[in-house]
């Protein structure tokens, strides 16, 4: 269960705990020890579903062309999201992560059961995409996954994501029982008044704001998994140590926060409206708040010391979408990288960026890849409804799908069933290696230091600034 996108009604049922397992057939025999790739989906812990958006019958998460493609048995699962997935007390009364342990119990039963299926129980590979990729991080930090699956792939979200752990809780659960009438002085009586209300009720309750925001999209991400002392038993950054001996792919899309500006700053996409340095000046106070003016005049300083005297449109605002990006999601999966592999055992780090144009219409011509773009060749969408894709779409599926079930295989992404375009060269925080993927691929692609004076500014300037109180909860 779910509200709609409008967010003025429900979809789904409470009883949504269920899998899709896709299984290449051999031509006369059922084959066997397979590897086992198990998808998470993205919605912000607010929406999705195991099947994904569907299009004339056509879902964004069918597995089949990963399946047969890799060679591989390809899940995908449903989870809790909302209130009934992710709102906490912040103490025992409603400990949250509910969507998380869904996930776990989901990848449990698959340990248990793939074999019988024709899979590799010692061979599972879980993946995600945004609130999938941070859950697929907070599974691998998790003491409860110990042993469950051996490798991981994070597409555009990590557990040190600003909005990936609510540190508040209390204050978003208070909201939602205040909108259903429930007592809001005592965490148990809420919590009990809670479970009692009708649950599309209580999921209709929070409203995600998407217009006249007094902050930046990305603060308003509420519903989001916590430090519960027990599923996460501590701060993500100290949990790193349960990652010693899984393999871990990561990476983002060169514009995964053009979604996010778009909604900040309307006129991001409106070629006729112009932006202004003080416009992007107040973005930037906003996603920096916890810092105060320090954190805001120096991220704007380091962000518009690219801009000649007089900069163009386009130059300020693709500013503001590397801005939102870093934030959002390139910064925190560096740290995520640099985490992994400082900890790694057995356990090897890849770091990838995904730049293959945005195929929007309505968007500008210097659109990148924004959030979300990358699953339409995840999926081998560009195979499934081939009139809908060029040549050169088929060839970013193609690899991508070699990638990522190669990886499943062997751990090792070039090494596999499947041939890929150039060998993809593990990530160290003294080079930082990473992989460009998009449709001209070549040996130039590999390449290293992500954004390295942004990545750092992050890390370390911006970082050892003081916090502030903030009013930034409302």
């Not at 900040?264 to 996409?269: Q, S």
């Not at 210097?366 to 040549?391: I, R």
Request: charged share 15%; aromatic share 12%; net charge neutral.
């Amino acid at each position: 269960m779910q509200m709609t996108l409008t967010q003025t009604d429900t979809r789904g049922s409470l009883d949504c705990l269920y899998l899709n397992i896709w299984i290449p057939q051999g031509k006369r025999q059922v084959s066997t020890n397979l590897p086992v790739m198990i998808w998470i989906y993205g919605g912000a812990f607010l929406l999705g579903g195991g099947q994904g958006a569907n299009v004339l019958n056509n879902y964004l998460y069918d597995g089949e062309k990963i399946a047969t493609r890799g060679n591989v048995i390809v899940v995908t699962f449903t989870y809790r999201v909302g209130p009934l997935g992710f709102l906490s007390t912040g103490d025992a009364s409603a400990p949250g992560n509910y969507g998380l342990r869904d996930q776990h119990m989901a990848i449990a039963w698959v340990k248990r059961n793939i074999v019988f299926f024709g899979g590799d129980p010692e061979n599972i590979t879980i993946f995600g995409e945004s609130a999938g990729a941070v859950s697929v991080s907070l599974q691998m930090l998790s003491p409860y996954n110990k042993g469950l699956f051996k490798r991981a792939i994070s597409q555009s979200g990590v557990s040190l994501c600003p909005w990936a752990i609510q540190e508040n809780p209390l204050f978003w659960a208070t909201k939602v029982a205040e909108k259903v009438g429930c007592p809001t002085d005592n965490t148990t009586a809420l919590a009990n008044c809670l479970r009692v209300t009708d649950p599309k009720a209580v999921t209709l309750a929070y409203h995600l704001y998407m217009v006249d925001l007094d902050y930046p999209l990305v603060h308003y991400l509420a519903l989001t998994p916590v430090m519960d002392g027990d599923f996460i038993p501590d701060s993500p950054k100290n949990l790193f140590a349960n990652t010693a001996d899984i393999d871990y792919i990561a990476g983002v899309n060169n514009m995964d926060g053009h979604f996010f500006a778009g909604i900040d700053m309307p006129a991001l996409n409106r070629p006729l409206v112009k932006i202004t340095a003080d416009e992007v000046y107040s973005l930037v106070r906003g996603l920096t708040a916890v810092k105060g003016a320090d954190g805001a005049n120096a991220t704007f300083s380091l962000y518009t010391q690219v801009w000649p005297n007089q900069p163009d449109q386009e130059t300020m605002k693709r500013t503001v979408v590397d801005l939102e990006t870093d934030y959002i999601f390139l910064v925190p999966t560096q740290q995520a990288l640099n985490l992994h592999y400082a900890n790694a055992k057995s356990g090897k780090t890849y770091s990838y960026i995904f730049s293959e144009p945005s195929r929007m219409p309505v968007y500008p011509s210097w659109t990148g890849a924004d959030h979300a773009d990358d699953l339409q060749y995840v999926f081998g969408k560009p195979f499934a409804t081939p009139l809908g894709y060029k040549a050169k779409h088929r060839t970013v599926s193609s690899a991508m799908i070699a990638y990522w079930t190669n990886f499943a295989r062997t751990g090792n992404p070039n090494e596999g069933k499947s041939k890929v375009p150039i060998a993809w060269v593990p990530y160290d925080s003294t080079h930082g290696y990473y992989l460009e993927i998009n449709s001209s691929i070549n040996y130039d692609s590999a390449k290293q230091g992500l954004r390295a004076a942004y990545v750092n500014f992050w890390s370390t300037a911006y970082q050892n600034l003081p916090n502030i109180p903030t009013a930034l909860q409302e």
